[in-house]
Structures are given as C-alpha cells and as structure tokens.
C-alpha cells in the first residue's frame, strides 16, 4: 500500500523560510532510513503559496483561476513523502519518526484501482494506466 504523509505549511514555510542547516541535516537522515528500508518512493518539498495559482473549475465548463498567495495556511501543503508500505500501522510508525518539533502531518492512504469498483475503470483503461506507470518508473533524486 502507498501512502502520502503531508506535511502541513506553517507561517514559517509560508514566509519562503528555510529550515536550518541541522533541520535539513535531520531531514536527510530520516529521509536515508526510508530509502535502506526500501519504503520511499518519493519526497518533495513545495514552494510557498505566493508562488503557485488556484483554478476553480465549474459545472458550466468554464473556470476561474486565482494568484497566491491564499491566506489560510493551515490548509496549505509545504510537502510529503510517498512511502510504499504493508499497512496503516506501518506508514504511522514511521510518520511518528518525522524530526519535526512541531508542526502537523497528515497521513493518507493513495487509491488503488482495487478501491474503485470494475465497472468505473475499462479494462483498457487498467492496461493502459499499467504501461504508463511502468513505463515511466523514474528512481528518486535527492
């Protein structure tokens, strides 16, 4: 099972604020057991709102797009990890070992075509999905 562990912004990261030397030094270790534990697929960190656009799409057809930066952080994203793992439990143990301080992560479940009934997805549709993803399995750079 993959799952992504989303690591919340703050006013910090919403500020373009850099974590310190030791921060990023923590982070690469932490970031080092994943991968010799052979569970991370990826992991990024975002720039902050001011940089990226909203779009708003609408039943009509037509859609709105709006600048950052937007102003409720706590409900902004600063970054995750994917990790690929057996259960809940396991992707909780190891989001519990994030070296953070402070701060929220929220652990999520990524869907799998085994979540979604036959019928919603053409076989076809399943094939094709598979080629792609094997197809463009791209190893992680640091």
Request: cysteine-free.
């Amino acid at each position: 099972m993959r799952y992504m562990m989303i690591v919340k912004a703050t006013p910090e990261s919403e500020n373009s604020e850099m974590p310190s030397a030791e921060e990023f030094a923590e982070m690469g270790r932490y970031n080092e057991e994943l991968i010799k534990a052979g569970v991370l697929l990826a992991a990024e960190g975002l720039t902050a709102s001011k940089d990226g656009v909203r779009i708003q799409y609408q039943k009509d057809g037509k859609h709105s797009v709006k600048d950052g930066p937007f102003t409720e952080s706590k409900e902004l994203i600063a970054g995750f990890w994917v990790i690929q793992v057996k259960d809940k439990d396991e992707a909780l143990a190891w989001a519990r070992r994030i070296p953070f301080t402070e701060g929220e992560v929220e652990v999520r479940r990524v869907a799998e075509f085994a979540d979604y009934p036959e019928a919603a997805i053409s076989e076809d549709h399943r094939d094709r999905e598979k080629a792609w993803r094997e197809a463009n399995q791209k190893p992680i750079t640091q």
